[in-house]
């Protein structure tokens, strides 16, 4: 079953764009990433929501978060913990 999809529309000074020498669709692209990281780095959201919300994989969306010097490691106790059991039943 797909998931409902919701759109937001920004409006913003066409020479902020411009003087990124960005096309519309990346900058609109580049502010989907940016809130998906914002959202994550606060714990608003996990890293999951966080790629989907960016259009990408969770691997590609973890990767990317040291382009905007996010650390990756932004998980609750109890995320860290289920990480931590997946990895160990991985490694036996």
Request: without cysteine; glycine residues 6%.
């Amino acid at each position: 079953m797909a998931k409902a999809l919701e759109t937001v529309n920004v409006q913003y000074p066409a020479d902020v764009r411009q003087a990124l020498g960005e096309s519309k669709e990346e900058f609109a692209r580049e502010m989907k990433t940016l809130s998906a990281v914002k959202l994550y780095e606060m714990g608003k959201i996990s890293s999951g929501k966080a790629a989907a919300l960016a259009g990408m994989d969770r691997a590609s969306f973890l990767l990317s978060l040291g382009n905007y010097r996010v650390s990756v490691f932004n998980y609750t106790p109890e995320e860290l913990e289920r990480e931590l059991a997946e990895a160990r039943a991985r490694i036996g």
